[in-house]
């Protein structure tokens, strides 16, 4: 398998007031053509700030990405230019962000927020793109397209503004769609149409899909690979169903034990729903040379607090950065 | 970095370093160095308009040299202005009236704003439809002709001028206030405050305005600066109050000699410059260190 | 049509508070010590009172209150605000001479502002902690602070005394008789100066502002997805960010009307612009309250239809249905 998309040994650094912090220590992970791969754990663990790394986009000050790389296709798009990086985004690579309702311009129709992607990177005539912009309205499922095409953003509700923005992400067909919690925003009716049209666009646009979220039920909606993350760092990395069967990290199987319809049976002996005490550390903890999860663990040991946790691969397809490793037997509800 | 100061800090509660908001608003003030700055200069300017009388006796009205004497000579600092008499003096005695009117035509401002805006935001319907509708009409009316006009009817005398100037200067304040209690009477304390039976006077005066409260004492400092700007104005046209000294009417006596002798209204410029420089110094830093959104900015 | 319905609402508010102006106006002239009669009686050096009670009867101000308002009305509808004694002629032959050139000043003094206000507060948007955004800081607090006559005097002695570059008054060099081009020329080298001074306080408030909303909607979602769209840094600028970043200044822009016609009233006295401050400085000095009551009548107009044009303007750059003045919720 050929990667489409490689991160390799990512480190984002923020400079804060207490310091410099690498709000991405060392990430790596590969996405292959069409496939789609998840980045879960909770907010302010550096998923996000992963997707505007990858767009070129980090705010900078106070960001700096610090060492690493990010390849495209073979491309590394950390040493190309701020021309070939427009050219990248939106085109090759396109995001969805979290927030439908403040994500679209409200001074602009629908339509212009469409047609001028495409006029910009496919070098579409106006008329052109408008029908373009047409088609795509119709094919994320907005009635109307024709006329809708022309209605301002506060004309439409939260559901399908979210649909504008995948038309837009979608409009010049990328290869890599990363979607930041897409709907997180929204309405549980809402998520699940968003979802599947997320999976039906991408798959007839074959894009490779990114999701980010926090949220275990939608990973094991959505994807077929997962990346957990925790302050920063990987932590777990694998495919969904082996990792919602035989998370290997503590904190994973804490994400997992937060959604009750994962478990296949909710039974009269899980009577109440389980939560990861704690939060995620503050900023300046970030980089802290223990594993940053062990304030919040059950089974942390001496040695976590004292060396970064080393990547253990446990299959070819799974690895977990632990001392002390969950044992793959010990189901998640038990 | 020791191995485990990362589990004491992380499982600290964060609420345990709030401080008292006063204290925080005074902290963010006080390592504002502009808004300190502000601070110190306009307090010495009030201490000399305040005391200076005391310490440069001079009468500012008495012609002590001969007209248009340049400064420093015979004795004269800032020289003498077109009839001879010492513009040190005037300055120093002139600064009372115009702080005086400023602050007390403020006061005023402040008072019918917060009135108007208040009762339009509390109670809407027809008071809030009639209320903007004076609103408005004050904010078309051009405030310094209708001032002119309000003092060239009445008379100028130092009360008609305050209030010519603090019946044109509200309009800020009543629509600041108006879209704070908008803003909180939805918040849900006001509500629990309602369900408790707080009466409406209650809930105005106890509950939503002294939440409301941080922009309007922001805009309030601003309008003291504002006020003695306009007095300025007014004197510099003409229209002030023959027998008080201020530094607008100073401007306003040399008026027809400012090609030849500019320093006789260079002088009383800059100190209502300094002093309205000074204000929204003060006015500045009270508003970052009053809105917790900015503070990170 | 919408556009249109709101039009004419905002259309009909205006009359109403013209109105209500009026009304102001009506009841000014009659709180006032004196009244016509003794201003003919001043100008005649006194005049017997049997004259006097003819001269109120021929002026009508032996009628009930509220029937002499309505004829004032009446009058005002026909462009007829009354008679100035003191320059005798018709006060709206007097103000319809004046206003062009306070429009000129005005109008010309609002457009720099905001262009540069606007120009530089972008500029100090785009690098928070740059000169530009210091510059910008003290400008604001430098420009807000000097009194606007006093800006203009230390102008003219600067640029008209010190470096004779522009004329330090008058709209027009009387000296020589021009036309035309020559003649527009003239009146512009005269108008840099006023316009200047009346600008130095906006764009002080325009760039400030400006700044704050530019940083604002910069920081905002949109902006970011036009980033990712990978659309060109000219582009997301000048076209997603200062659309959006512009409304505030527009709002304000109509909010500080009433404060530039007060700002040129002190300019105009100062470069002796011939328009209707002068005027109105005039009047007062001559107690000439016709003059004075049309010249308030007549900047309120202005100022109406100043805020009618804001609210248009707002309406078109932001399609969201709202005013000016509710948008500010």
């Not at chain 3, 109105?280 to 107009?301: E, H, K, M, N």
Request: proline share 5%; net charge neutral; with cysteine.
């Amino acid at each position: 398998m050929t990667a489409l998309l490689s991160v390799k040994n990512l480190t984002v650094e923020f400079t804060t007031r207490d310091g410099i912090a690498p709000v991405i220590d060392d990430l790596s992970f590969d996405l292959a053509p069409g496939e789609t791969l998840s980045l879960v754990g909770e907010s302010g663990c550096g998923k996000s700030m992963t997707a505007l790394a990858i767009m070129g986009l980090i705010p900078s000050p106070p960001g700096r990405v610090a060492s690493g790389s990010i390849s495209l296709a073979g491309e590394n798009l950390l040493q190309a230019s701020e021309t070939r990086m427009r050219a990248v985004r939106g085109n090759e690579i396109s995001m969805v962000f979290q927030e439908p309702m403040t994500s679209l311009n409200p001074v602009f129709t629908v339509g212009e927020q469409i047609g001028e992607t495409l006029r910009r990177h496919q070098g579409l005539t106006r008329r052109q793109a408008k029908a373009l912009s047409i088609e795509m309205l119709d094919a994320v499922q907005i009635p109307l397209p024709a006329r809708r095409i022309n209605d301002y953003p506060h004309q439409l509700s939260g559901g399908m503004r979210q649909r504008v923005m995948i038309a837009i992400a979608l409009a010049c067909r990328p290869k890599v769609l990363i979607a930041d919690e897409p709907t997180t925003a929204l309405d549980v009716t809402v998520q699940a149409q968003i979802f599947d049209l997320m999976r039906a666009v991408g798959k007839e646009t074959e894009a490779a899909i990114i999701l980010i979220t926090h949220d275990m039920g939608s990973v094991a909606e959505m994807a077929e690979r997962v990346v957990v993350m925790y302050a920063g760092r990987k932590i777990e990395e694998g495919y969904v169903d082996d990792i919602l069967t035989r998370p290997r990290h503590p904190y994973t199987r804490g994400l997992i034990a937060c959604v009750p319809h994962l478990l296949e049976t909710v039974s009269a002996e899980r009577p109440y729903l389980q939560e990861i005490p704690g939060m995620v550390p503050p900023l300046s903890d970030f980089g802290f040379m223990g594993c940053l999860f062990a304030p919040r663990c059950d089974r942390v040991e001496t040695l976590c607090w004292q060396e970064k946790p080393k990547v253990t691969q446990i299959t070819p397809s799974q690895s977990a950065a632990c001392w002390n490793l969950q044992d793959a037997k010990v189901r998640v509800d038990a | 970095m020791t191995d485990y100061s990362i589990q004491e800090r992380s499982l600290q509660p964060t609420s345990a370093r709030v401080e008292h908001p006063l204290i925080e608003t005074a902290r963010m003030f006080a390592g504002n160095r502009a808004a300190l700055s502000g601070l110190a200069m306009l307090f010495i300017i009030v201490v000399v308009s305040l005391a200076g009388p005391w310490f440069y006796p001079t009468d500012p009205f008495e012609m002590v040299w001969s007209p248009f004497s340049p400064p420093g000579a015979k004795g004269f600092l800032l020289g003498t202005d077109y009839l001879g008499r010492d513009l040190l003096a005037q300055i120093i005695h002139g600064g009372r009236a115009t702080l005086a009117v400023g602050c007390a035509a403020a006061l005023l401002s402040v008072f019918i704003g917060i009135t108007f805006g208040a009762l339009s935001g509390f109670y809407r319907g027809w008071i809030e439809e009639t209320l903007m509708r004076i609103t408005e009409f004050f904010q078309v009316l051009p405030t310094l002709l209708f001032s002119m006009v309000l003092v060239a009817l009445f008379g100028a005398s130092l009360g008609m001028i305050t209030f010519a100037i603090g019946i044109v200067s509200w309009t800020g304040v009543a629509r600041i206030t108006r879209a704070e209690f908008l803003k909180i009477r939805e918040l849900e304390y006001v509500t629990a405050a309602r369900s408790s039976g707080a009466s409406n006077t209650n809930l105005i005066f106890r509950v939503i305005l002294p939440n409301s409260l941080p922009p309007i004492i922001v805009q309030a400092a601003l309008l003291i600066g504002f006020a003695i700007l306009f007095e300025a104005g007014l004197s510099f046209l003409g229209l002030s109050d023959a027998n008080v000294m201020s530094w607008g009417a100073i401007m306003g006596n040399n008026r027809p000699y400012i090609l030849l002798h500019g320093f006789t209204i260079m002088y009383p410029g800059l100190a209502i410059f300094l002093t309205v420089l000074s204000i929204s110094l003060i006015g500045d830093g009270l508003n970052d260190a009053l809105n917790p959104k900015l503070r990170n900015r | 049509m919408q556009f249109l319905a709101i039009t004419l609402k905002r259309c009909g508010l205006g009359l109403g508070l013209l109105l209500a102006v009026l009304v102001l106006n009506f009841l000014l002239m009659h709180l006032a010590p004196g009244d016509v009669a003794d201003t003919i009686a001043q100008d005649a050096g006194g005049l017997d009172a049997e004259v006097m009670a003819q001269i109120r009867k021929d002026y009508g101000l032996d009628l009930p209150l509220w029937e002499q308002m309505l004829k004032y009305f009446y009058n005002v509808a026909q462009l007829d605000l009354g008679y100035s004694f003191y320059y005798n002629q018709p006060v709206t032959t007097l103000i319809l001479e004046k206003l062009p050139a306070t429009l000129l000043l005005i109008i010309s003094a609002q457009v720099v502002s905001i262009l540069v206000g606007v120009v530089l507060g972008v500029i100090a948007a785009r690098k928070p902690n740059g000169i530009a955004s210091h510059f910008v800081t003290i400008l604001s607090l430098v420009g807000y602070a000097a009194p606007v006559f006093w800006t203009g005097i230390m102008l003219i002695i600067l640029f008209a005394s010190m470096i004779p570059l522009f004329p330090i008054g008058n709209m027009v060099d009387v000296s020589v008789e021009r036309t035309g081009f020559a003649y527009m020329i003239d009146v512009l080298h005269h108008l840099v100066l006023p316009m200047l001074t009346l600008a130095s306080i906006f764009i002080a408030l325009y760039s400030r502002l400006a700044r704050a909303s530019m940083l604002d909607v910069l920081g905002s979602d949109y902006v970011r997805t036009a980033q990712a769209k990978g659309l060109s840094e000219f582009q997301v600028v000048f076209k997603h960010a200062l659309r959006n970043a512009l409304l505030p200044v527009v709002t304000t822009a109509g909010l500080v009307f009433s404060g530039i016609v007060s700002g040129a009233v002190l300019v105009e006295t100062v470069f002796s612009w011939p328009g209707l401050g002068t005027l109105a400085v005039q009047a007062i000095v001559a107690r000439d309250t016709p003059t004075i009551l049309g010249i308030l009548f007549f900047s309120s107009l202005v100022v109406v239809v100043a805020n009618l044009l804001t609210d248009m303007v707002y309406r078109i750059i932001d399609p969201r249905i709202k005013t000016a003045e509710t948008s500010e919720i």
